[in-house]
């Protein structure tokens, strides 16, 4: 009995240890959304998350194609005060909070091309590779009030291959401040002629090797979105994240030959170790 009754004692300290450690770090997240990672717990100084996620996506955009692919998570970051500068995946960035409800972001990312491989089926024979490149994100958030439970955002993504502005509304769900929890996006998405004409136009030439109508489009409304983002603390360290995203193609987009779908879907999930 002195046994069971020691080892009843010793869990509930060490369940009270790990309830303490994360509320010690529930108030430490720049800005309390799941979609803005933060791995520092308040601190300033170096701080750094490592981990693997795995997304089922379409091929390409506007493909009917789906697949499984693996990616890594997480991020190197540096804090001092309401500013973090990170380094995740293929991007290095700047984001700093002002006045409580600004949030500003800055990267500058690597983007993948699209190559004719990308379609098992053959779709994007003839129309070659779409070029990689380098763009500039510039994004502005900001919430109705501290608690970020409602907020507003613009994002401006720029490239050789065009450029987009992204325009949305989101709302936080749950109580804690740490980045855990649930949020909900919706968004109007915008291009340019060049980006409209990288990712789903068909010139003369590619028209001739791929059999398919020749399609040039403007500039304007691209798509409408909504997307969900969930992130939790297992323990001290380790995080689970997954997220849910829907993109319906407008009507131009919906008449390019590559659009073989009126919509784009992805669903991920993964887990990070926060050191």
Do not use: C
Not at 116 to 133: F, K, M, Y
Not at 139 to 167: K, P
Request: aromatic share 12%.
């Amino acid at each position: 009995m002195k046994k069971i009754t020691s080892l009843l004692l010793a869990v509930s300290i060490q369940a009270l240890l790990s309830q303490t450690a994360l509320a010690q770090n529930e108030n430490t997240a720049l800005v309390p959304l799941p979609s803005i990672d933060d791995f520092t717990r308040g601190n300033d100084g170096w701080a750094f998350g490592l981990g693997l996620g795995v997304e089922y996506e379409t091929a390409y955009e506007g493909s009917d194609e789906f697949g499984f692919e693996a990616q890594p998570a997480g991020a190197v970051q540096w804090r001092r005060g309401d500013d973090i500068f990170y380094f995740v995946g293929e991007a290095l960035g700047w984001r700093g909070l002002r006045s409580d409800i600004w949030l500003f972001d800055a990267a500058v990312a690597f983007e993948e091309g699209r190559e004719e491989g990308d379609s098992d089926d053959g779709r994007l024979i003839g129309l070659g590779n779409t070029e990689e490149s380098t763009q500039l994100v510039l994004q502005a958030r900001r919430a109705f009030d501290a608690d970020w439970r409602y907020w507003l955002d613009g994002r401006v993504v720029t490239s050789d291959n065009g450029s987009l502005g992204i325009f949305g509304v989101g709302r936080r769900f749950g109580e804690r401040t740490d980045g855990s929890g649930s949020e909900i996006g919706i968004v109007a998405v915008y291009h340019d002629s060049d980006r409209a004409n990288t990712d789903f136009g068909i010139n003369a030439r590619q028209s001739a090797a791929s059999g398919l109508n020749q399609t040039v489009l403007g500039g304007g409304f691209r798509s409408v979105g909504i997307n969900y983002t969930y992130r939790n603390y297992i323990n001290q360290n380790w995080q689970i994240f997954g997220e849910v995203l829907y993109e319906h193609f407008g009507s131009d987009i919906r008449r390019s030959p590559i659009a073989r779908s009126n919509y784009e879907a992805e669903v991920g999930v993964g887990f990070i170790y926060v050191f």
